[in-house]
Structure formats: C-alpha cells, structure tokens
C-alpha cells in the first residue's frame, strides 16, 4: 500500500531499532488478535489467599481463544484466625469474620511467575503492582520500588480496590476514601510511569434505595477529573453483587440495568472532562444485570454501540481451573454480543485491550529506561 518507495536505508534504520524493541514489547502488531474471542482485560492468577493457576497452566487455558491477558493477584489477604473459624481455612471474603490485610508480596510472586515464561509468552500477558495500600501516602512509593525491582515487567496497577460492598470495612486499618490523598499520589504517579489503572470502586453502598443517587458517584467523577492525563479503566462499571445499576423510575425490577444508570454513564462518557476514562465490563456479577432481561440487553447493546471505544472485556476470573471456567462468563454475554456491531464487537474484545496496554506497556518501559539504573 505504499505510495512510493522508501529509501533502503531507511529500512535499515528502521529494521535495527525494531530488533532493539522486539525482545522488551514485542514486535508491533504481533499480538494480532484476531481469531481469538477476546482479550482478558481483568484477570487474577491468584485468589484471597494467593493461591492459584500454575502460569504455565494459564497459558494453556487461554490457548487459541484468549489472545491476551492482564495478570494480577488480589492485594488483599484473608486471615485465617482460629478464633473465627477454627480448622476451616476461608479462601474468600465472605467465609469468615476475621479481617483482610494487604499482602505486598502478591507483586513478587506475579513478577516471578511472568520471568518464567519464554518471550513469546509474556507478549501475551501484561502484569500489574496491586500490593499496595490506597489510603497509605507510601503507597506511591511502593508501585515505585515494583517497577524499579523487575523493570521490563509491568504495564499497569490494579485491579485495586476503594469502596466494594463486605470488603472495604473488612480490611485492617484505616479505610480507603476516594478523598484521600493517598489515592491522588497513586494517580498521579501512574501518570508519570505511563502506567494504566484499573480502579474498582462501587458506585452505591450495598442494597441502595431504589431511584437514590448512587452515593459515591460525585466522588468518583471528582476523582476522575483530578487525573485527566491518567488512563483509568473503571471495573465493572462500578456495579457489583448487591451494588445494582440505580433504577429511574419505582417500576422495574430491582436487577434490570435501568435507563437511569445508562443515562449516568452516558453522561460520563459524553463528558470531555472525562475522556481518559474507560469502563470493564467484568464480572458474571455484573452481567447478571446486563443479560437480566431483553430491555437490559437491549440498553446494554445499545451503549456499547454508541461508545465502542470505552468498554473493555475481561473475565474476572479468579485462578480458573480450566477453559471452561475462564470462558463461561464470556458466553454469559452472548445475547449483547449477537446485537453489537462487528466493529464494536471487535473494539470491545480485543482491540480496546490492545490500544490501551500497548500504549501503557511503550509508555512504561521508557520511564524504566530514564529511571531505572
Ligand atoms: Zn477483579
């Protein structure tokens, strides 16, 4: 397609400063996606209590239909404290009263476990720091010390957690807050690394009144709009298990993605103060209000159409045991993806992913290379 012929040199040129890029981000566009179903742009290799899927396993489970992948543990450990539950060992939130703490070393073990992989491998998978604490000033200086331990590594941060329904008040210490200054020095920080930010934060208090104002949605949009060179993917949309989308009218049942939670992200999305913002779409919890009825699917589809460059799929899944597994909340979606146009469809499993991570992964190897002796 070219218009006329470039000089050999320039070739040449060309040519050597790709061999210098290909081994630290792969040659560009190698990671074509096409004929994969999707890129996973939420994904934990390890659990509450950071165990997990084998890497190696990982990569097979993926195999010829997840092109690509992020790739983090879950920064949060649940105690097994003998006083609460004696010999059951929890490995969830919810199976014991006993608090969370944040386990740093979750950033060791998913460093270690990508530095096994041989290059081919770990072009398909992008790390992310999520062992840090968002309402401990220092914790800057942690995803700092990340990227200076295993440069070559890491693309992004998170998933990390604000507000999430039992979690939040389970986890030791003080309680992170949208408003705290903690969380400003993370984003800021990111923007400098060119790391990219997924952030999940509910956009409700659990079982919220039906037609209320979510009511951490104007901290949400403040923090957003402090952090305008920052690439934030917002996780699931901000809804959750019993986080459900704010209805508009008191009719309708309580789980339909209501027109009123539209119209609120619609707003957000039409909002050029809020352009570096993106949402996932994450989570059989979150689909289980978006395939809940055909009006759900309808209004689902029909925002995914008007905005395919803003959404992102990802499984959410936890150390997924098989392909089974990692694909079933895939297919959960298959009524929106039937109505989604194939440029949309396409944006929206796999080329958002690879807009948003490629740019991430140029942009932080270049802070490593000034940054990191
Ligand atoms: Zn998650």
Known sequence: MREKPASPHLFVALAAVLAVLAPARGWPGDAVSDGYLFNDSHFHLTNYVQQGTDIHRYLEIMGDKVGRSTLFGIPLQQTWSYENSGEYAPTY??????????YSFTDAYIANAYLKLGPDERRRLDPMITGFNPADMYAADHIRRVLETYPGVFTGIGEFTIHKEFVSSKVAGEIASLQNPALDRILDFASEAGLVVIL????????????????????????????????????????????????????????????????????????PALSHVYFDISWDEVAKYTVSSPEAIGNTAAILNR???????????????????????????????????????????????????????????????????
Not at 239 to 268: D, F, K, N, W
Not at 312 to 323: C, I, K, M, S
Not at 348 to 355: F, P
């Open 93 to 102: 939130y919810l199976q014991s009263d006993a608090p969370l703490y944040y």
């Open 200 to 271: 999940h934060s509910d956009v409700d208090m659990p079982f919220a009144k039906t037609g209320a104002t979510p009511v951490f949605l104007q901290q949400m949009r403040d923090l957003l709009r402090r952090h305008p060179k920052t690439t934030i993917i917002w996780a699931h949309i901000g809804l959750g298990r019993v986080v459900h989308p704010v209805q508009g009218q008191a009719s309708g049942s309580a789980t339909e993605r209501s027109p009123r939670y539209r119209e609120i992200v619609e707003a957000m999305l039409d909002d």
């Open 307 to 373: 905005y395919p460059d803003r959404f992102l799929f990802g499984t959410d899944n936890v150390a997924p045991a098989d392909q089974a597994t990692q694909l079933r909340v895939y297919n959960l979606w298959d009524p929106i993806w039937a109505l989604l146009t194939p440029e949309a469809s396409r944006k929206i499993r796999l080329g958002n992913y690879e807009r948003l991570f490629d740019a991430a992964r140029a942009k932080v190897r270049t802070w490593e290379s000034v940054n990191v002796k």
